[in-house]
C-alpha cells in the first residue's frame, strides 16, 4: 500500500491496482473557504500555541511565558467574571439551588423569570430561533434607556450567537446580484477580520474606506463618497459597515460623523450595519458612546423611519468578557415584513443561540439596580474592570509613544492599540524574499524572540507601504508593562540590525520616565 | 410622509420628492437563502406558536393547549436534565460552588478538570477553535470505548456548536466546481431539512437516494448506484450523507448495510458524512448502533486508511437531551493535512462553539463510572429516560398502526416516527387549489382542530404520491397517549369528509385495544 501527494490529490495504491484519490483535497476545496483569512487566530497564533506546549515540554525559548494579546479575551488574560452574571447562570443551570441560602434574591428572581422563558422551564430547550422572548424584552427595555427614550421594539431584537453570527446572517441576506451588479460591502480599513472573512467567503464585493491615521482613526465622509463612487464602476454598493468603538482602531466615532454616515447611506440607500459591540467600553474623557440608532433618531423621521439599520451587541466585550459564552443580540430598523420573515428563517437553521449564552446576555442588559441587594458589589466589580481597562488604555498609548519608530493614537475605546511601526526598508526586502508581509515577519520575530503574540496589522488592512501590529490591552498592568518594555527593546534592536545607521529620536529614558506615572 | 409597498420594493416619498428605496426587499435579497426551507421551525410552528400566545390571552380554540410533537426538544416536553451532567455545569459556571459540601466530589473534579483547560480557568475565555483540549480527549477515549478499542486520535476531534455547525462546515469544505463538475451531495429522503437547506444555501446539488419505507426505510445499496449514475450526468457526487439512526425515519442500520454503503463510497471516490447523532436512542431489541468508524475499521486497512469520513454527535439527544446547550464534535478520519488546516481555519471564523456546551459534552462522553459517587443516581436517570423512550416508541407504532389510513414502520431508534397516511384524491385536489401540498394542509387542519403541531411529510421528502408526517416521540406518556387518540379520531374524521364512502377497515376497538397495553 503506496501513499504519496501531489499538489492536486493524494493518491493511494489500491489492492487492484487502481488507485483511490483523497475527495477533498486543496485542489477540491471549495476556493471560497480557501481564500478567507482571519488573522486573530492565523498562523502567529498557531505558532504561539505550539511555542506554549513546547515550554510546558521544557523545550528552551528566550523567555518563561507566552504573552498573548493577539485577541479580546479578558478572562484568559485574568480578568475575573462578574459574580451577579454567574449566579445567575449557576441558578439556571442547576435549578435546585434556587433553594440555596447563599445565593442573593435578585439572583434568583432574574434566574427564575429566565428558566418560565424556557421550554420546560430549563436551558436545556430549544429556545426560539430570535431567541427567549423575555430576554429580548429585556434587550430592548435596555436600548431604550441607553438611548434615553428612543423607542425600541422586541419584535426587531434577535438573540446571536456572539456577535459574529448575527454579522454574518445580516450580511447573508444582503449579498445577490452578478458582475457589476454584484453587492459591494463597505468595510473601514484596518477592519476586523470577520467582515473581510465573511465578505470573500460569500464572494460578495469588499469595498475599502480607509480610516483617517492621522486624525486619531477618524472615518472620513470624503472618503466614503470616495469608495463609493470608485466602487460603483465594478459592483453594486449596497451595505456600509461601521465598527463604533474602532476594532482594532479603539477610535470612538463622534456624533457628528455618525450624522454624516447616516445621512450618506440614507442618500445613496445603504444598509447601515453598526458594530456596537464596545459600546461599554470608551476610556477617553473627551469620548461619548452614541449608538447609530439614537442619532438616526434624532435625525428625525424622514430617516429613523427610512434607513435599514442593524446593529450588534456581545456578551464578549464591555465590562463582563464572557466570549465563551457566545451571547449577543441584534437590532434591526426598518426592515421589509417579509425580508424580517426570511431572517428568521435563516436563523432558524442554527435552531438557537446557546441559551445559556441568551442567559449571560440577559445580565448584562438587566444588572442589579440600586436597591438590590447585588447592586454594591456588581457596580464595584463593574467599575474596577472599566478602570483598570481606562488605564491601561493610556499606558499602553503612553509608552508606545516613547518608542523610536512607533506611533499610536489614543485608545479612546474598545480593548486595541493599533500602533504604526517603521520597518526599515532592509528589513521590509528581506521579509519579501521570504514571501511574507513585513509586519508578519516582525510580529513573528517577536513572538520568537519574546514570547508576545500580536497580529500583523496586514490581518487587519492598512494603507499600502504603512505596518502596524494590533495588542489588546488586557493583560494585566503589571503584565502589560513587561510586554510593553520587552516590546520596546525588541523594536530598538529590530531597528539597529535593519537600520543601524539611523539616530533613535527618543531614548529609553523616556519609555522609563513615561512608565513611572502607571507604578 | 408615504409608504407603500410593491412586489420588488418599498419606497417611501423624501421630502424633497425624491424616492428612497429599501435596500432589502425580497427582490433584492439572497436568493440562495430565499430558496432555503426548513420545515422542522416552519409555517405549521409559527402558527402552532401564535395559537399558543392566542390561547393565553384567552382565545378559543377547540382545544386547551397546544402540543408541539415537532422537534426534538426532550427538555421542552417534559424531560428532566441529567442531574451529574447540570451540577458540572454549574460547579463551572461558578466556581465559588468548588467549596461547597452540597456537590458530589466526582462533579467537582470533572469541573475542576475542565476549567483547568480553559483560558484564565473560565468558561468566559474563548477556547482553540477546535474545542478545549482535554475535552477533545475525553472525547476521544469515549469513541475508542464506544468502538471496542478502534483506535481514536484527538487531534482529529473538533467540538461543534451542536451538530449542525459541524455538518455545515464540513460540508462548505466539500462544494466547488461549475456546471456538471459541481459538486453532487448524497442525502437520503426522507432526510433532516438541515441537509436540503446547507446544500440550498451553498448551490450544491442534492441527489436524492429513497429509503425504502416498505422495508423498515432501511437503506438500499441498489438505490445508492441508481441515484449515483443518474446524477454523474449532470453534477459530480462527492459526498454521501447517512443518518444512523434515520431522522425522521427511525430505522437503524445494520451492519452488513453500513459495509454496503462504505464500500460504494470507497469505490466512487466519495466523501462520507455519517450523523450519528441517535447513537444512544436505539430502542428495538433486534437494533444495535453500529459507527460508520467502527465498521471502515473492520473492513480492513485498504479501506480504514483511505475513507474520508466525517461523523457527528451532539448533546441535543440521546438521554441528556441538551439542545439549549448548543454542544456537539465531530471525528474525522483520512483528511488530508492541508485540509485540516484549512477546516480549523474556517471554525476560528466563529471563534469557538459555546464552552457551556463543551462542558456538557463533556459529561455526555465522561460520565461517572461505576466507584465513583454519582454512578447510581446518574444510571438511574438514563435508564428512565430512555426506558421511557423505548416504550413510547413501540406505542406511537402499535397505535398509529391500529388507525386506518396510517400506516408506520418501527421505531426502531432515534426519537420520531414518521407513517405514511393515505390522503384521498378529494383532499389531494382541495390542497392543490389551495397552492399546499396535501400533507401541508392536513398537519394545518390537525393543529386547528386538535392543538397537535406536527411536521409535514414534505418538509423531509417523500416518493411522489406518498404523504407523511413527523411526530417525536418525547411528550410524556400520559400526553402521547392523548396526542395518538386525538390524531385518531382527526384522521378518521378528515377521511370521512373525503372519503365519505370508503369503509375504514380497523374500528376504534383497536386502537383502545392497544391502548390498553401501556396502560
Redesign the interface.
Known sequence: ?A?FSTAEA?V?L??NGKT???????G????Q??A???A??GPIVTKA?DIERGLQQGQKHPFTEVIKAN?G???????K?ITFL??V??LC??PE?LD?S?FPEDAKQRARRILQG???Q????????QGVDCIRQDVAVYIEQRDKGVPADWDNIYLT??A??GIVSIL?????GQGRSRSGVMIPIPQYP?YS??IS?MEAVQINYYLDEDNCWALDINELHRAYQAAKEHCHP??ICIINPGNPTGQVQSKKCIEEVLHFA?EE???VMSDEVYQDNVYSPDCQFHSFKKVLYEMG??YF??V?LASFHSTSKGY???????GGYMEVL???L??KA?LV??L??????????QAAMDVIVNPPLPHEPSYLQFHKEKSAVLGALAEKAQMTEQILNTVPGIKCNPVQGAMYAFPRIFIPPRAVEAAMSLGMSPDMMYCLRLLEETGICLVPGSGFGQREGTYHFRMTILPTTEKLKVLLEKLRDFHIKFLKEYAPLEEPKRSEDDTQEALKQFR
Do not use: W
Open positions: 500500500l501513499s493524494t493511494v489500491r489492492e483511490r484519490e483523497k475527495t477533498l483535497t486543496m477540491t476545496l471549495n476556493p473557504v480557501k478567507v483569512e482571519y486573530v487566530r500555541g485577541i479575551d479578558s478572562h484568559a488574560m485574568g480578568q467574571p454567574r449566579q447562570v449557576a443551570s442547576f439551588l440555596s447563599s424556557c421550554g420546560g430549563s436551558l436545556g430547550s430549544y429556545s426560539a430561533s450567537t456572539g459574529s453570527d447573508k441576506m444582503l449579498v445577490s470577520l472573512a465573511a467567503e449596497r451595505v440614507y440607500n445603504l444598509f423621521p424622514e423611519n427610512t435599514e463582563s468578557g464572557e466570549c465563551g459564552f457566545r426598518n426592515l421589509d417579509e425580508v426570511q428563517k435563516l432558524s437553521i442554527r435552531l438557537c443561540p446557546p441559551v445559556s449564552g
